[in-house]
């Protein structure tokens, strides 16, 4: 039996009337045997609808491994993740993976057609459905400009495009997806100043409206967040607006003040 099947045998299609995430008293390890190590400690969490919640915390705390849970990557060890009020494990991977776009810190595009890279999400999309996503996600100029535009078969994993115009290949076949809840693990490698301008725009057009979770390395989009969730070794120590957190001594005040300094940013 398929890994797959396997989690889909007791999955059911279901349709959900509301987009709420919720953690509760969730543990998870990665690995087995003497490999196992426990990532998360009893994280509990509410993402309301319709709200952007921003995650923010070191490198190795935990903060993609929250965003896997959620897409149902891995199972938790104990506890419950909840999307729409019900477990993750009651869906069928298909149900689960309707309701969720993910943009990936690592961009994989298959080696096909741009076309087919963004269609993914969407098979029966029209051509100008898709074109309209990558008009939205800026890939429509350098997407003409390839030998043969939306033909134009892509390197395994990418290869000729530059990091961040797979990453808007990617936002492309989120946007035409068009799902409720949106996943966003931003890159920490930077890129250069066009292709962030360009990214940024991408993503507003993505998270219109979309109830997103996003691990957000920019102040600018860290502080419109209507609530943050900071992580450290595994569990949520503090959470709240950037307002409310950095009106605090804490981990989250300490972060700010060093990419306030970073970034030539001042607390206004
Ligand atoms: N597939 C995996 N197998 C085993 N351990 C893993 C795996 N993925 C992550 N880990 C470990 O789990 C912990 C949490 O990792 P995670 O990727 O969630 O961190 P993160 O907060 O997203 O970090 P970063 O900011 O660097 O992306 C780390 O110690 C990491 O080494
Ligand atoms: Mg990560």
Not at 6 to 19: K, L, R
Not at 33 to 53: A, D, F, M, S, Y
Not at 115 to 120: K, S, T, Y
Not at 190 to 196: F, G, K, Q
Request: negative net charge; aromatic residues 6%.
């Amino acid at each position: 039996m398929t890994k797959e099947s396997f989690i889909d045998a007791d999955g059911q299609q279901i349709e959900i009337a509301h987009y709420d995430i919720e953690f509760q008293n969730v543990d998870f390890s990665y690995g087995e045997g003497k490999e196992r190590r426990q990532v998360l400690h009893n994280v509990n969490l509410k993402i309301p609808e319709h709200t952007v919640t921003a995650i923010v915390g070191p490198s190795g705390s935990g903060k993609s491994t929250i965003c896997n849970l959620i897409a149902r990557f891995y199972d938790a060890d104990s506890g419950s993740v909840r999307v729409g009020g019900h477990d993750v494990k009651e869906f069928t991977c298909d149900s689960l993976l309707s309701n969720i776009s993910m943009v990936f810190q690592n961009v994989y595009l298959f080696h096909d057609t741009v076309r087919n890279n963004i269609c993914f999400g969407k098979p029966d999309a029209t051509e100008a459905e898709m074109v309209e996503a990558a008009k939205k996600a800026c890939c429509h100029e350098f997407i003409m400009a390839l030998p043969e535009g939306y033909d134009t078969v892509i390197g395994e994993g990418g290869g000729s495009l530059s990091g961040g115009e797979k990453q808007r290949i990617s936002i492309a076949r989120a946007i035409l997806k068009d799902a409720p809840i949106i996943i966003l693990d931003e890159a920490t490698a930077s890129v250069d100043p066009e292709n962030e301008h360009l990214i940024q725009a991408a993503i507003s057009e993505l998270t219109k409206g979309k109830t997103i979770v996003t691990i957000a390395h920019r102040l600018a989009t860290i502080e419109q967040a209507d609530q943050i969730l900071v992580v450290d070794d595994g569990q949520i120590i503090q959470r709240g607006t950037h307002r409310e957190l950095v009106a605090v001594p804490g981990k989250y005040k300490d972060f700010v003040d060093i990419r306030s300094q970073s970034e030539g940013w001042k607390i206004g």
